[in-house]
């Protein structure tokens, strides 16, 4: 009986031996795989407050690189407050990628943005995303026929604290009435309905074209979009602020707009912090301006019909990823050279 047990013993041991090496090699492999997954580097993309632009630019993002087999790690989007903010969390590492407009990004390398002398030299860009132009509209035969005009005048610039209200005040501080104007510190929307009301002169948008404010305005009035674009050279606007580029708004853009209008806009940069491998942000910059990339990126927002490998490198007068250097070499795209503050 002793030796019954002894062989039954016996193999119920070997039986668990076997069993314990074959589900350690099963085991093993899921093991790897579960280790792999979670040694995949990650990486946070800063993006703006939540149904804002610059949210959709990186939760799509964010979105493109969690379904390729070439970037190999994993992208997640952080909503925040917004372009100077991202431009904080980059510089510092607390995100690694951020969307933020190539004005703030050109002020912060140089220690000149409002109140705050920090130079944010670990911000680099990777591609131009897309852009917010200048839009001044006033009333067809209202005799305003440039921004000087406007002197006296009661304008709207927008929200103040706005993007739109701090690039207004610097256009037309350059123009030098910026204490001559009767300003007025509305959002698109209501400015647009003050502007029916006759209750303003001008008002300022400084987003995309069409702009749904514009459009409202246009149904309601005989509107006339003034060239920003002519006045602000000749104040030196874009020797002192080199990020500023020249766009054209076609003509038929808005209701009576019969010729097309010179404007400049600021651009929405893609960056990412200095320390971001190269190979990390050149396969992920190659994911997005894919095909299929580019046609995501529309799908997530229209504005992203902007993106092209062509015109990726736009606006952009700071220095560039050593990723995304390789990227735009390779695909032929020239990339401006740092462009400095005047007198530096």
């Not at 076997?18 to 790897?32: D, K, Q, R, V, Y």
């Not at 997640?76 to 990004?105: H, I, K, M, P």
């Not at 209200?165 to 030098?176: C, M």
């Not at 062509?310 to 220095?319: D, E, F, K, L, N």
Request: negative net charge; glycine residues 12%.
């Amino acid at each position: 009986m002793r030796k019954r047990t002894s062989s039954l013993g016996l193999g119920l041991a070997l039986f668990a031996l076997l069993a314990f090496t074959a589900c350690g090699e099963s085991g093993g492999e899921a093991g790897a795989e579960g280790e792999a997954e979670t040694t995949r580097a990650r990486y946070t993309f800063a993006g703006g407050p939540s149904g804002g632009t610059f949210q959709y630019y990186a939760s799509g993002i964010s979105t493109l690189a969690g379904r390729s087999d070439l970037v190999q790690a994993r992208v997640l989007a952080r909503a925040t407050g917004g372009s100077v903010e991202n431009l904080r969390l980059v510089n510092s590492g607390q995100a690694d990628f951020g969307v933020v407009y190539a004005g703030n990004v050109w002020q912060g390398r140089h220690g000149l943005l409002e109140g705050d002398t920090i130079e944010y030299q670990d911000v680099m860009a990777v591609a131009y995303l897309y852009g917010a132009p200048a839009q001044l509209v006033v009333r067809d035969g209202s005799g305003i026929e440039s921004p000087m005009d406007l002197v006296g005048k009661r304008v709207a610039v927008g929200n103040a604290g706005s993007g739109a209200a701090y690039n207004a005040e610097l256009y037309f501080r350059q123009l030098g009435i910026w204490d001559e104007l009767e300003t007025e510190f509305l959002g698109y929307r209501n400015a647009a309905q003050a502007f029916q009301n006759n209750q303003l002169d001008a008002f300022w948008v400084f987003a995309g074209f069409p702009s749904a404010a514009v459009l409202e305005a246009a149904l309601q009035e005989d509107i006339k979009l003034l060239d920003t674009y002519a006045a602000g050279e000749e104040a030196g606007l874009f020797e002192d602020f080199p990020y500023f580029s020249q766009i054209v708004i076609p003509a038929g853009t808005y209701e009576g707009q019969d010729e097309d209008v010179q404007t400049f806009q600021d651009a929405a940069l893609w960056v990412a912090n200095a320390d971001v491998p190269a190979q990390t942000v050149n396969n992920l910059v190659t994911e997005v301006f894919s095909d299929e990339g580019l046609s995501y990126m529309v799908s997530t927002h229209q504005s992203a019909e902007e993106m092209s490998i062509p015109g990726g490198t736009q606006g952009i007068v700071t220095p560039f990823h050593e990723g995304a250097v390789q990227f735009w070499q390779e695909n032929d795209v020239e990339m401006q050279p740092e462009r400095m503050p005047a007198g530096a």
